[in-house]
Structure formats: C-alpha cells, structure tokens
C-alpha cells in the first residue's frame, strides 16, 4: 500500500456529509438538539413521537424503525430508562421479524443488524473473534497502520490539510475493505456503489469464490471458513448470500461512522488547544479523550426497537407492533449519571455509555473503531507538529442529525 497514490478528489466527492446523508439522515441539520433533548429528558424519560419530530426537525427520515407509518412511535431519552430497553431484547425486538439470510437479496438490514434471540447469538459467534480487543494488533498490523501511514504521507510537506475528509474518512473504508482483500483502486468503488447492494457483491463475489480455493489471512477468509449450527442440529458452512449481507453490513457500518466519530473527536481536541497539548505530551490522555467524544456526540444518536407486546414502561403504555427510539445521543448527557454532562472533559471517570449501544447488538467492531481513532490521532500528533485549526479557515461545525459529524476540519501544522 505505501506505493498506492489515493484519489482524493474522489474521495472527496464520495464523503460527502451532506450529500451522503441530506436526505435519509437529516444532513441539513445544523443546529444543537442536546438542548431540546435535556429539556424532553427533564421532563419525561418517554414521549410519543419520533426522535426527529420531538427535537422540532421537520424532515421526512428513513433509518432503521422509520418510517413505519402504520405502527406508533415512541421515544425514550433518559439513561435508566434505555438501559432497560438494551436489557430486554425479548420485548424489545432488534427487527419486526425473522431474517433469513439464506434467501438471497443482500442488504444492510437483512443482516445481524436486525436479527433477534438465537439467530443473532449464532451469526455473530462467527465473526465475534475477529473483533474481540486482543484482535486490535491484527487490524492494526495488517490494515490501519499502513492505511494512516498512506494518508499522512500524501499531505505533510504541505503544511496544512482537510483533515475530516481527505484522512478522517478515508481510514474505515479502507481498512475494512483492506480486510476484505480489495485493493486500494478498488475501495472506492465498493464505497461509490454502497446504496446498490449488487454492484458491491459483484466486487466482492470473486474475492469470496477466490478465498474458498484458498483462504488467506483476512476477513473474507475467516467467514468462508465459519461454521454455523442451525435450530435443527445441523452444521454448515456459510453460503455465499449469507457472506454477502456480513460485508454489507460490516462496510456500512465500518466505512461510515467511525470517519464521523474521528471527526468529532478531533475537532473537539483542536478547538480546545490546551486539552491537545495535554493529550500530545501524554498519550495515556489520547483513550480518555476519545472515550469522553463517545459519550459527549456519537455520530449515531438514535437507533430503534420493536415492541413485541404491550408493556407499561416508564408510565407510559407501549402496544405490541409499536417502535421505540433509543436517543442514546440524550442518554448520554444525562445528568442523573454525570456531572456537567454537556462538557467536553477528558478527566472525567470513565463509564460506560451507549455511544456503540448495548445488550446484545452493542457495536460489532467498537474495538475496530477504537484502534483507528487511537492509531490515526496518534499518528496526527507524531508526524505533524504544532497542529492547529487554520484561523483563516471556517471553523469546523456539527451537524447532521440521525448521523452527526463535523464539517471540513482545516489545519495547519509545522
């Protein structure tokens, strides 16, 4: 990879904040909703209605749980109250129903994301190993070192750089495509065509053909040699449909938020220049503050579950077929488990929060995530020296709303 030149001008193009998400994630959101949350929060921990409507944002939303028309909504927002709904996947379903992968038709969310019971325990024991944290070297090793090392080397004799979409974005991608055994040139196309699921697997299906002749040391290997026991007893290996809905979801989700949480984080540090120095003179503050980023904004406030029979939850009555939103985003700042909630403070004790979720769907590759914030901040902070935002630049700005992230980060250093 250290040979490869990467398109940035692509790369650009395709990470997009607001035009990946203006329409199905409410990209053009500008303002803060944490106020309108704690207010909501205070005065109940759930309301009727969707996230989205609650905070006053009138924009028409298509996530996981939406739209739904024909069911009710509900929307829950204090810490307790969604740590419940995390603990209950039995009543509080991850889908409306059962997902059967072996059927064909590959998307992201016919996928582990929204299995439930058993069916989700045997598919995620497949690839858990793989992202479990004594893997993070493996990725690291194989995949994000050089990935970090690729990008920095494109822009530090200039003395400045974008730091949100030409290093920030392109990290996931290219280490989880890098798993997947695609080359660089290639990556980007396996990005440009994430909303066509077909023209991914048309990528990615020779690779997986390629990998049961002869497995290699990556993640495409490993799921083509999983095994998986079915409610009958029965053993087998997994079919390539199966194998396809796995990269789907793990491209998705590796390519899009972790780019959005780096983002965030790094904005916060460079707005806040003392707490950076801290962090540069003492890397054992780099976890903490990325921690504290995770909590204070995760890139994705809201996900959702299925009400599988009605239950009276925090005084409010919830009938079966009914969709509950999880504002993780509030739960996050709620002040009944931290102090100054809607301070950035890297000294804070560390607790767990909901940034990756809970219960049995908490984020697969949180591990993974982790190492590419550590490894790529780490690497910002040895190899360019006095980092600072570009003062005659706009600043950075949050934005977006069901996937919030920073604006272009533009900096100076040297």
Same mark, same amino acid.
């Given at each position: 990879?250290?040979?490869?030149? =990467?398109?940035?001008?692509?790369?650009?193009?395709?990470?997009?904040?607001?035009?990946?998400?203006?329409?199905?994630?409410?990209?053009? +959101?500008?303002?803060?909703? +944490?106020?309108?949350?704690?207010? =909501?929060?205070?005065?109940?921990? &759930?309301?009727?209605?969707?996230?989205?409507?609650?905070?006053?944002?009138?924009?028409?939303?298509?996530?996981?749980?939406?739209?739904?028309?024909?069911?009710?909504?509900?929307?829950?927002?204090?810490?307790?109250?969604?740590? !419940?709904?995390?603990?209950?996947?039995?009543?509080?379903?991850?889908?409306?129903?059962?997902?059967?992968?072996?059927?064909?038709?590959?998307?992201?969310?016919?996928?582990?994301?929204?299995?439930?019971?058993? !069916?989700?325990?045997? +598919?995620?024991?497949?690839?858990?190993?793989?992202?479990?944290?004594?893997?993070?070297?493996?990725?690291?090793?194989? *995949?994000?070192?050089?990935?970090?090392?690729?990008?920095?080397?494109?822009?530090?004799?200039?003395?400045?750089?974008?730091?949100?979409?030409?290093?920030?974005?392109?990290?996931? &991608?290219?280490?989880?495509?890098?798993?997947?055994? &695609?080359? &660089?040139?290639?990556?980007?196309?396996?990005?440009?065509?994430?909303?066509?699921?077909?023209?991914?697997?048309?990528?990615?299906?020779?690779?997986?053909?390629?990998?049961?002749?002869?497995?290699?040391?990556?993640?495409?290997?490993?799921?083509?040699?999983?095994?998986?026991?079915?409610?009958?007893? !029965?053993?087998?290996?997994?079919?390539?449909?199966?194998?396809?809905?796995?990269? #789907?979801? #793990?491209?998705?989700?590796?390519?899009?938020?972790?780019?959005?949480?780096?983002?965030?984080?790094?904005?916060?540090?460079?707005?806040?220049?003392?707490?950076?120095?801290?962090?540069?003179?003492?890397?054992?503050? #780099?976890?903490?503050?990325?921690?504290?980023?995770?909590? *204070? /904004?995760?890139?994705?406030?809201?996900?959702?579950?299925?009400?599988?029979?009605?239950?009276?939850?925090?005084?409010?009555?919830?009938?079966?077929?009914?969709?509950?939103?999880?504002?993780?985003?509030?739960?996050?700042?709620?002040?009944?488990?931290?102090?100054?909630?809607?301070?950035?403070?890297?000294?804070?004790?560390?607790?767990?929060?909901?940034?990756?979720?809970?219960?049995?769907?908490?984020?697969?590759? /949180?591990?993974?995530?982790?190492?590419?914030?550590?490894?790529?901040?780490?690497? =910002?902070?040895?190899?360019?020296?006095?980092?600072?935002?570009?003062?005659?630049?706009?600043?950075?700005?949050?934005?977006?709303? +069901?996937?919030?992230?920073?604006?272009?980060?533009?900096?100076?250093?040297?």
């Amino acid at each position: 990879m250290t040979d490869t030149v =990467l398109d940035i001008d692509r790369v650009r193009q395709l990470f997009d904040l607001r035009g990946s998400f203006l329409t199905q994630l409410g990209g053009a +959101y500008d303002d803060d909703p +944490y106020p309108i949350w704690a207010a =909501l929060r205070e005065k109940a921990p &759930v309301h009727a209605g969707v996230v989205h409507e609650l905070t006053g944002f009138d924009q028409e939303a298509t996530f996981h749980g939406l739209p739904f028309p024909e069911s009710p909504h509900f929307s829950v927002f204090s810490y307790a109250a969604c740590d !419940q709904v995390y603990r209950n996947d039995k009543v509080f379903a991850s889908s409306p129903g059962q997902i059967d992968l072996t059927a064909g038709g590959a998307e992201i969310l016919n996928s582990m994301l929204s299995m439930g019971g058993t !069916q989700h325990r045997r +598919y995620r024991a497949l690839v858990q190993p793989s992202f479990v944290p004594s893997k993070a070297q493996w990725w690291i090793r194989n *995949w994000i070192e050089a990935t970090v090392d690729l990008l920095i080397n494109s822009f530090q004799d200039q003395g400045r750089a974008e730091l949100n979409v030409d290093f920030c974005a392109a990290i996931p &991608v290219l280490t989880i495509t890098g798993s997947f055994g &695609v080359p &660089v040139e290639q990556a980007l196309d396996i990005r440009e065509a994430l909303r066509e699921p077909g023209k991914v697997v048309e990528i990615i299906a020779p690779i997986v053909a390629a990998r049961r002749e002869s497995p290699q040391d990556d993640l495409i290997s490993i799921l083509v040699e999983a095994e998986i026991k079915d409610e009958d007893g !029965q053993t087998h290996r997994l079919t390539d449909p199966e194998i396809y809905s796995f990269t #789907l979801l #793990l491209l998705a989700a590796g390519s899009g938020t972790t780019w959005k949480q780096m983002g965030i984080t790094l904005t916060a540090l460079l707005e806040r220049p003392d707490v950076l120095r801290a962090v540069r003179d003492d890397r054992a503050l #780099l976890r903490p503050a990325i921690e504290e980023s995770l909590r *204070w /904004m995760p890139t994705d406030p809201m996900f959702s579950r299925w009400v599988t029979e009605d239950i009276e939850f925090e005084g409010v009555h919830l009938p079966k077929g009914s969709v509950l939103h999880i504002c993780l985003g509030a739960a996050n700042r709620d002040p009944a488990r931290w102090e100054r909630p809607d301070d950035y403070d890297i000294t804070r004790p560390l607790k767990p929060t909901f940034a990756f979720g809970s219960g049995p769907h908490i984020c697969l590759g /949180m591990h993974v995530a982790r190492a590419e914030m550590t490894v790529g901040i780490g690497a =910002l902070l040895d190899r360019l020296p006095n980092l600072r935002l570009d003062p005659d630049a706009e600043p950075p700005r949050y934005i977006g709303f +069901y996937e919030r992230g920073a604006t272009a980060i533009p900096v100076l250093f040297g």
